[in-house]
């Protein structure tokens, strides 16, 4: 656990950013700052939930236990949110939280939260631009999942991975092959296929974890078309 000024803190949200003084004076003595590595649980589904999880730096799968298996919800970059809605909707996780690089975690209680939006509507704003745009990107992807064959939908998530993760054409990829493909509802001898596929037509080049996308024009396309 490590100790911070959330006033001076360089990733703080949108929505701390509106906060006053005496807010910040507040969040800072009802919140704590966690480290955590690469595959450490960070929340786990039916657990009780008292703190507001905010994602301060790294990368984490959002993933929940179906019926038969788990699943790979989403991914979150920091700085983001990513325990709003068990907040607001239950007190009990409905789904877990893991590390896939190592991450730092702010745990913000979850009744001084609730309070900060019941007041202040400068934040209730920024939190709610957030679930908005959160929510558009899920159903956006759920739809592309339900209509692209296997080759679309493992080019959309490296375009993803380049553009809204890393911010570069080459990266290490934070997931294994099996997690890939349970995000993107498929086997995982299938994305193997369609990974080779695309190193043997120079779309993209692999090396243990890390991927250079080649050719984006051809890789998008893919992507867009199915």
């Keep these: 656990m490590t100790n911070h000024n959330c006033k001076t803190c360089p990733f703080k949200s949108s929505a701390t950013k509106v906060l006053s003084d005496d807010e910040f004076e507040i969040l800072d003595k009802n919140r704590a700052m966690v480290t955590f590595k690469k595959g450490d649980l960070i929340f786990k ?17 959002i ?8 699943k790979i919800l989403r991914i979150v970059k920091a700085p983001s949110y990513f325990g709003i809605p068990t907040t607001f909707g239950n007190k009990i996780n409905k789904y877990s939280a893991t590390a896939i690089e190592e991450t730092t975690v702010c745990f913000i209680d979850s009744n001084l939260f609730r309070n900060f939006i019941f007041k202040n509507g400068k934040f209730a704003y920024e939190i709610i631009v957030e679930l908005c745009e959160n929510e558009l990107q899920d159903y956006e992807r759920y739809a592309n999942q ?7 939908m493992v080019a959309e998530r490296l375009i993803c991975m380049s553009d809204n993760i890393f911010n570069s054409n080459h ?27 695309f190193s043997s037509n120079k779309l993209i080049e692999f090396k243990g974890k890390e991927i250079t996308i080649l050719n984006r024009d051809v890789l998008e396309q893919i992507s867009e078309k199915g």
């Design 63 to 70: 993933h929940m236990q179906g019926p038969s298996k788990e």
């Design 146 to 152: 339900s209509q692209k064959q296997v080759p679309g």
């Design 171 to 197: 990266f290490n990829f934070p997931l294994t092959q099996s997690e890939l493909a349970d995000l993107v509802g498929t086997s995982r001898e299938s994305v193997s296929r369609v990974l080779s596929d």
């Design 45 to 61: 589904q039916g657990a009780l939930s008292t703190n507001v999880a905010y994602l301060r730096t790294g990368i984490v799968k």
